[in-house]
């Protein structure tokens, strides 16, 4: 048993007779290693991503409510009244009256 696994740590796998089979071996492992790596960095790179569009939602819908609110303001009779009153123009103090047109049949 010490004897393998001083034949592992010296490396003499990597050059005896089978060797060929060996090197194969490890550089497809190498290979599937690298696979796996840029696989999660690109997984991580997604989520990265969607976390910042998270934000950049939540900022958008913040400004979005901002601007319903400030036009809800602005609709108020009285908002209304302040900026006509500044062109001179005031509501009538007398109430508007039906006109009642009778057709001649």
Known sequence: MRKGLLDILKGKFL?????????IFIIFTSFLAAVMIASSHGADS???RIAALNEEVKELRSQF???Q????????ESEI?????????FPSETPPHKIRVKSAE
Do not use: R
């Open 15 to 23: 050059v005896s007779g089978d060797a060929p089979k060996n090197w």
């Open 46 to 48: 997604k989520v990265h």
């Open 65 to 67: 409510i901002d601007g």
């Open 69 to 76: 609110t400030d036009v809800q303001k602005l609709k108020l």
């Open 81 to 89: 009244l302040k900026t006509v009153g500044e062109d001179g123009l």
